[in-house]
C-alpha cells in the first residue's frame, strides 16, 4: 500500500532581535578651499621684502650729509611733537638757520619731530623709515602700472618695479634721512594714483577724494609732484579713460591742490622772508653764473644727458656734482648735441607712440621720465644744485620702465610672465647678471654712506674737481676726526691732512668763502694764528655778511691779547647776525677778561635768551660775580650749572671757592671732596681741599692734599708756602724750612715768621 506523503513544515529559524536604530554618523567638517593669494599680492611683498633688504645695510649708518640740518642740529625738530605747530607755519628749515632761497615741506619734518618724541635723535630709526617708505612706494609703484594696463601686463609691472627698487642711483635717496621729503612725495604720490583709477573704475566719490588728499600729503612732503599735473592727465584721457568726466575731475582735483599748496607756500616763505630765487650760491649751483644763457642751456642738456648715462651705468655714484665736476660746455660739445638728440627724440617718437598706439607703455615710459626730469632740468629756473642723484629719483621710474621693455622685446621676446623669462635661457642670463650688478653696486654704495669721513674720502677720490667735496672731507677731518684722535702725532696729521684738502678747494674756487672760514679754523687748531686770521680776513673781504668769520677773527684776537680788537669782532659779528648767541657769549668773555663786568653779564644773558641750555653761560655770569666779590650773587648760577651738568667739576670747585672765600671751609671741603670721586686727577679740588684743611687748621691733611695737587701738576708752586707753614703749626721745622726754601725760589718774599 502506498505511503501517504506528508506534506513537511519548514524549520523554525532561530528569533534573532532587532538590531538598535543606527545613529547617525557624523558629517565631517569639510572647510572651503582657500583662495589662493592673487598673484599681483604675492609679487607686491616679494617686491617690497627686496626693496627692504636691499637697503637694510644703511639702517646701522651714522647721520651723513645734511642729515643733522633736519634731525639732531634742528632746534624745531628737537621739540618733539609741541614743535609741529611751528613746522606747519615755518619753512623747513627754520629751525636750522636762516636761507633766503627756502621751501615748504612740513611732512617729513613733522614725521622726524614725531620720531625724537618716541624715539630721540637715533639714526637707525630715521634709516628704517626711509628703507620702509621706499619699498612701500616700490609697492605702490608696481600697484599702478599693473592697473595701468588693467593686470594684462602684470610681469611688466612687476620688472620694471624690481629694477626700480634695485636701482644703485636710488642710494642718495634711500641712504640720506634728509630725503625722507623724496621718498615720501613718490609713496604719497602714486598711492593718490592707485586710488584715482579706482575711481576712474567704480566712480564712488570717496575714491576721489581719498586720492586727492594723498596728492596734497604728496605736495606737502616735497614739490616734485608738481610733475603729476602732466602725469594725472596723461594716465586718464590716454591709459584709463573710461569716463572722461571722472578725468576731468580728476585732473580739476589736482589743479585745486597743487594751487593750495603753492598759495601755502607763498604766503609762509613771504612771511618769513625766505622766497628769494635768486639767493643761490655759486657753489651750490655754478649756472648763476654762467657767461651766456646759450652756454647755461647748453650746460643744462649735457647734465640731462649726463643722467641718462648715470642710470644706463650707474657707477661713479657721487653724493655731490658741484664747481668744477661738471664744467660749462656749449652747443659745439658731441654729449651736449648727443642729449639734445635724445631728448628731442623721447618727446617726438613719445608723442607719436600715444597717439598711434592705444595705452602704449613705450610713450608712457618716455612722456613720464622727461615729465619728471623736466623740473630738474634747471632749464625753467635755476635749482639749489647744478645736479643731483636724488633730482633723477622719481624720472627714472620712466627709464626703469623703458630698460623693462628693452627686455622684454630684445631678450625674452615675447610679453614678460613667468614661464616666458624661464624657458629662455638667454633671458634669464640677461637679467641675473643685471640684478646681480645692481645688487652689488646698491649694497657697495650703501656702506659708503655710514658715515661721513667715508663718503666724503670716497667721493674725492672719483671726483678730484669738485671744490665742494674737498671742503666737505677737509671739514671732516678738521670738526670730528680730529677730537676723536688722542694721539698727539695723528692729531698733527690729521689737521695738517684738512688743511691741505682745504686749500685745495681754494685752489679749485678762490671765492669759496665757506672753504676760507674753514682753513682758518683748521689753523686755529693747529695753533698758526697769523694764518688763520688771513683766511678769516680774506673771508670776510669776499662776503662782508659772513658773521662766523668775524666771530672767529675775534676768538684769536681774545687769545692773543688784543681785547679791543676781539669786541670790535664780535660785534661785528652780532651786527650781522642778531641772534648769534655765541658772539655774545664770547663778547661778554672778552668783557670779563677786561673786568667790564657789567657789559660781561649784559652780553652773557643774552646768549641765555637765545639759548637757555647754554651751561658755559650761566658759568661765566658766575664767575663774573665771584670777581667782584659779589658771592651771593654768584651762587644760583654756579648751582644753576650743576643741576644741569652734576658732574662739571669746575662748577663744583668755583661754589666750593665760595664757600671757603666766605669762611664756610666745613661746606667748600665737601664740594672739593665731590670733585675728586668725579675726577682723581683733578688739580684745583685737591689744592682747594689743603687751603680748606688749612683754615679749618687740619694741618697733616693740608699736607697730604697739597702734596697730591703737586704731584699731579708740579708746577703748582703757589701752594708750596701752605705747605711749610702747616709743617711748622705741626712742629716739624725741618720739613718747614726745607719747602721753605723750595717755596722762596718762586716768592722771595715768603719767610716763616
Known amino acids: 500500500m502506498a505511503k501517504k506523503i506528508q506534506q513537511q513544515r519548514p524549520a523554525p529559524k532561530p528569533i534573532v532581535q532587532a538590531p538598535p536604530p543606527a545613529q547617525p554618523k557624523a558629517t565631517p567638517k569639510v572647510s572651503a578651499p582657500r583662495k589662493p593669494m592673487p598673484l599681483h599680492l604675492k609679487l607686491a611683498l616679494i617686491l617690497?621684502?627686496?626693496?627692504?633688504?636691499?637697503?637694510?645695510?644703511?639702517?646701522?649708518?651714522?647721520?651723513?650729509?645734511?642729515?643733522?640740518?633736519?634731525?639732531?642740529?634742528?632746534t624745531i625738530v628737537s621739540q618733539g611733537m609741541a614743535g609741529i605747530p611751528e613746522i606747519l607755519r615755518t619753512p623747513r628749515l627754520k629751525g636750522y638757520g636762516y636761507f633766503q632761497n627756502e621751501n615748504y615741506r612740513p611732512l617729513s619734518m613733522i614725521m622726524f619731530a614725531t620720531e625724537y618724541e618716541i624715539f630721540g635723535h637715533k639714526a637707525p630709526v630715521g634709516h628704517f623709515f626711509n628703507v620702509l617708505f621706499f619699498a612701500l612706494g616700490v609697492v605702490m609703484l608696481f600697484f599702478f602700472i599693473d592697473k595701468l594696463f588693467d593686470r594684462t601686463r602684470t610681469g611688466l609691472a612687476f620688472l620694471t618695479a624690481l629694477l626700480f627698487a634695485l636701482h644703485p642711483i636710488h642710494t642718495e635717496v634711500v641712504a640720506n634721512i634728509k630725503s625722507r621729503d623724496e621718498i615720501m612725495c613718490f609713496f604719497f604720490g602714486f598711492w593718490a594714483l592707485n586710488v584715482f583709477i579706482d575711481y576712474m573704475r567704480t566712480g564712488k566719490i570717496w575714491q576721489l577724494l581719498a586720492g586727492t588728499a594723498l596728492f596734497f600729503l604728496s605736495f606737502i612732503s616735497k614739490e616734485t609732484v608738481v610733475a603729476f599735473l602732466f602725469v594725472i592727465p596723461l594716465v586718464f584721457f590716454f591709459y584709463k579713460n573710461d569716463s572722461k568726466p571722472r578725468a576731468i575731475a580728476m585732473t580739476a582735483c589736482a589743479v585745486v591742490i597743487a594751487a593750495i599748496y603753492i598759495t601755502m607756500r607763498t604766503v609762509i616763505l613771504k612771511a618769513n622772508n625766505t622766497d628769494n630765487p635768486l639767493a643761490i650760491d655759486f657753489i651750490d649751483n655754478m649756472l648763476i653764473a654762467a657767461p651766456s644763457v646759450a652756454v647755461r642751456l647748453a650746460t643744462c642738456m649735457y647734465v640731462l644727458g649726463y643722467y641718462i648715462r648715470l642710470l644706463l651705468v650707474p657707477y661713479p655714484l657721487n653724493c655731490d656734482y658741484c664747481y668744477n665736476s661738471i664744467p660749462f660746455v656749449n652747443f659745439g660739445n658731441i654729449w651736449v648735441l648727443l642729449s639734445v638728440a635724445l631728448h628731442l627724440f623721447m618727446a617726438v617718437y613719445g608723442t607719436?607712440?600715444?597717439?598711434?598706439?592705444?595705452?602704449?607703455?613705450?610713450?608712457?615710459?618716455?612722456?613720464?621720465?622727461?615729465?619728471?626730469?623736466?623740473?630738474?632740468?634747471?632749464?625753467?629756473?635755476?635749482?639749489?644744485?647744478?645736479?643731483?642723484?636724488?633730482?633723477?629719483?622719481?624720472?627714472?621710474?620712466?627709464?626703469?620702465?623703458?630698460?623693462?621693455?628693452?627686455?622684454?622685446?630684445?631678450?625674452?621676446?615675447?610679453?614678460?610672465?613667468?614661464?616666458?623669462?624661464?624657458?629662455?635661457?638667454?633671458?634669464?642670463?640677461?637679467?641675473?647678471?643685471?640684478?646681480?650688478?645692481?645688487?652689488?653696486?646698491?649694497?657697495?654704495?650703501?656702506?659708503?654712506?655710514?658715515?661721513?669721513?667715508?663718503?666724503?674720502?670716497?667721493?674725492?677720490?672719483?671726483?678730484?674737481?669738485?671744490?665742494?667735496?674737498?671742503?666737505?672731507?677737509?671739514?671732516?677731518?678738521?670738526?670730528?676726526?680730529?677730537?676723536?684722535?688722542?694721539?698727539?702725532?695723528?692729531?698733527?696729521?690729521?689737521?695738517?691732512?684738512?688743511i691741505a684738502t682745504l686749500k685745495r678747494a681754494i685752489e679749485i674756487y678762490p671765492k669759496y668763502t665757506e672753504a676760507h672760514v674753514e682753513t682758518g679754523k683748521a689753523y686755529f687748531m693747529a695753533l698758526k694764528y697769523d694764518s688763520a686770521a688771513y683766511h678769516f680776513t680774506r673771508a670776510l673781504q669776499l662776503n662782508p655778511e659772513q658773521s662766523i668769520a668775524a666771530n672767529n677773527l675775534g676768538t684769536i684776537y681774545l687769545r692773543t691779547g688784543r681785547y679791543r680788537e676781539a669786541i670790535t669782532q664780535y660785534q661785528t659779528a652780532i651786527r650781522i647776525k642778531a641772534d648769534f648767541g655765541q658772539a655774545y657769549f664770547n663778547l661778554g668773555c672778552t668783557y670779563l677778561q677786561t673786568k667790564q663786568f657789567d657789559s660781561a653779564i649784559d652780553n652773557l644773558n643774552k646768549t641765555l635768551s637765545f639759548d637757555p641750555s647754554y651751561v658755559d653761560g650761566y658759568m661765566q655770569i658766575g664767575v663774573a660775580y665771584y670777581m667782584q666779590a659779589k658771592y651771593d650773587q654768584a651762587i644760583p648760577y654756579f648751582n644753576k650749572v650743576i643741576e644741569m651738568a652734576p658732574n662739571n667739576v669746575d662748577a663744583l670747585n668755583n661754589l666750593g671757592a665760595v664757600y671757603l672765600n666766605t669762611h664756610r671751609a666745613p661746606q667748600a671741603l665737601e664740594i672739593f671732596k665731590r670733585t675728586v670721586v668725579i675726577n682723581p686727577n683733578y688739580v684745583n679740588g685737591y689744592s682747594n681741599m689743603g687751603h680748606c684743611y688749612y683754615e679749618m687748621k687740619q694741618y697733616q691733611a693740608t699736607i697730604d692734599a697739597l702734596t697730591k695737587a703737586l704731584q699731579l701738576a708740579p708746577g703748582n708752586v703757589k701752594d708750596i708756602p701752605y705747605i711749610a707753614l702747616s709743617y711748622k703749626a705741626l712742629g716739624n721745622m725741618a720739613e718747614a724750612q726745607r719747602f721753605e726754601a723750595i717755596a722762596r725760589q718762586y716768592y722771595p718774599e715768603f719767610k716763616l715768621l
Request: proline share 3%; net charge neutral; aromatic share 16%.
Open 48 to 74: 617690497g621684502a627686496l626693496a627692504f633688504l636691499m637697503y637694510a645695510n644703511t639702517l646701522w649708518n651714522d647721520y651723513v650729509l645734511d642729515d643733522p640740518m633736519v634731525t639732531t642740529k634742528n
Open 352 to 498: 607719436y607712440r600715444l597717439f598711434k598706439y592705444k595705452r602704449d607703455p613705450w610713450a608712457f615710459a618716455m612722456l613720464f621720465y622727461l615729465a619728471a626730469i623736466f623740473l630738474f632740468s634747471n632749464i625753467p629756473f635755476l635749482l639749489g644744485a647744478e645736479m643731483g642723484e636724488r633730482f633723477v629719483f622719481f624720472a627714472s621710474m620712466g627709464f626703469c620702465m623703458a630698460l623693462a621693455l628693452i627686455i622684454e622685446k630684445f631678450v625674452v621676446r615675447a610679453e614678460i610672465t613667468l614661464p616666458s623669462v624661464k624657458k629662455n635661457t638667454l633671458a634669464m642670463g640677461v637679467l641675473v647678471v643685471v640684478f646681480v650688478a645692481y645688487a652689488g653696486l646698491t649694497f657697495a654704495r650703501n656702506n659708503d654712506w655710514s658715515n661721513n669721513y667715508k663718503l666724503f674720502k670716497a667721493d674725492l677720490a672719483k671726483s678730484p674737481t669738485d671744490a665742494r667735496l674737498h671742503f666737505y672731507y677737509g671739514d671732516e677731518l678738521a670738526e670730528n676726526v680730529y677730537p676723536a684722535e688722542s694721539d698727539t702725532a695723528k692729531q698733527r696729521q690729521i689737521i695738517n691732512e684738512s
